[in-house]
């Protein structure tokens, strides 16, 4: 049986975060200070991190950034054909059809190493979040948190932040006198970020036991540790929610809708109360598909529990700050049929197939 969140060691975290924006986690109360618009912002700033480009050869990149985004969404496309042709071999009957999927699968996953593989693809996105989107995603959130009311001296303790699918630790070097942040990827690309599955994290939070242990186990934390030793046991790191989870160009990183679904609820196990969930797409994903939209979205969080803070379109991306409002666990844990299934939407041509499955 899954324990209930207010069992959980954090009481105090949970209430800085409630008392800090001055709402007391009340929704309401928050919804008249932070009035969430939605607009599509002008250029912004460009800031090139030179050692993202390094170990990547040019030739691998693309010609011109028009081709690197190409050669990316071509990797976003053999994701999702990944995801599909699993699905579809799960359900095969004949060892004809069973060969079949497996040889298309082959092919998939060898047309990927040959573009250098979830290495490659981290670099080029590493680029793009330099030259295209006006620097790493921290640089919106961390004036959004200001604004409601954290940073250096505010608050006891830094906040936990989980960045999930990091591709550098130093996005928050600047806040680092009251953001502690835990960056993990599925494949690290530098020490300092932590190998690990976002999905497989264990959000049993009462296996921290006594204050000795709860010291010991948070002296891995930050990007100073080497996280770059796979056979590191990092569970200590997990051990206690986190204040603000950030998956940022993530969720769409994931073929199968239904997983995407998983990440979103993962999120809300690994919160604390009143927790903030800092969430990123690509503009394309509410804008241009046939299943998805920003009021499906928030129609998603909302049921989740969680209240839409902010919600800001940029030329290219759709940013989105939402804060933990309920914790139904046994919710989570229902295994019974998705109650947002996809669902057509807008079936004018020439949209893509986004959606998020819960
Ligand atoms: C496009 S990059 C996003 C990078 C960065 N967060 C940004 O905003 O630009 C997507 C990253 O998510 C990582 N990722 C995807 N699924 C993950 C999971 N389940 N757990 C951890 N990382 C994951 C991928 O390995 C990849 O590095």
């Known amino acids: 049986m899954p324990k209930s969140r207010s069992k959980r060691r954090l009481p105090v975290t949970a209430q800085r975060l409630s008392v800090k924006d001055g709402s ?47 050669r990316i969404n071509r990797f976003h496309t053999l994701i999702k054909e990944q995801s599909k042709l699993a699905a579809k071999r799960i359900t095969a009957i004949s060892p004809e059809s ?33 030259k295209q989107r006006g620097g790493d995603t921290s640089r919106w959130l961390v004036p959004k948190l200001n604004e409601l009311g954290f940073g250096k ?21 600047k806040e680092r006198a009251w953001i502690r942040v835990t960056p993990i990827d599925l494949n690290s690309q530098e020490p300092g970020i932590y190998k690990q599955d976002f999905l ?18 948070t002296a891995g934390e930050n990007s100073d540790s080497d996280g770059d030793n796979e056979t590191e046991n990092i569970a200590h790191l997990f051990r206690q929610p ?16 239904a997983k995407r679904g998983d990440m979103l609820k993962q999120a809300k196990r690994l919160l604390v109360p009143s927790g903030l969930l800092f969430f990123v797409l690509p503009l394309s ?15 998603i969080m909302q049921f989740l529990g969680f209240e839409q803070l902010y919600a800001h379109h940029t030329a290219k991306l759709a940013h989105y700050l939402y804060r933990l409002i309920a914790t139904p666990t046994s919710m ?20 893509n197939n986004f959606s998020i499955v819960v």
Not at 98 to 113: F, R, T
Not at 200 to 217: A, G, H, Y
Not at 332 to 351: D, E, I, M, T, V
């Open 200 to 217: 497989d994290i264990n959000p049993d939070f009462e296996v921290l036991k006594t204050p000795t242990e709860d010291k010991e186990s």
């Open 153 to 173: 001296g505010t608050t006891k303790e830094p906040l936990r932040l989980l960045d999930v699918g990091a591709l550098s630790c130093r996005n928050y070097t």
């Open 285 to 299: 994903c509410v804008i241009n598909s046939r299943y998805f939209n920003d009021d499906r979205l928030l129609a």
């Open 24 to 70: 007391n986690g009340d929704s309401s109360a928050a919804n008249t200070v932070i009035a969430p618009p939605i607009h599509v912002a002008g250029q912004e700033k460009i800031i090139l991190d030179p050692s993202a480009l390094a170990g990547i050869a040019r030739e691998k990149l693309g010609k011109s950034s028009a081709e690197t985004r190409r």
């Open 98 to 130: 069973i060969d079949q999927i497996q040889k298309e699968i082959s092919e998939v996953s060898e047309e990927m190493a040959r573009m250098g593989g979830l290495d490659w693809y981290q670099k080029a996105s590493l680029l793009g979040q330099c």
């Open 332 to 351: 989570l844990n229902c295994k019974s049929s998705p109650q947002f299934k996809k669902k057509l939407l807008h079936s004018a041509p020439g949209r």
């Open 242 to 257: 986190f204040d603000v989870i950030c998956l940022s160009l993530v969720v769409n990183f994931i073929g199968d809708p």
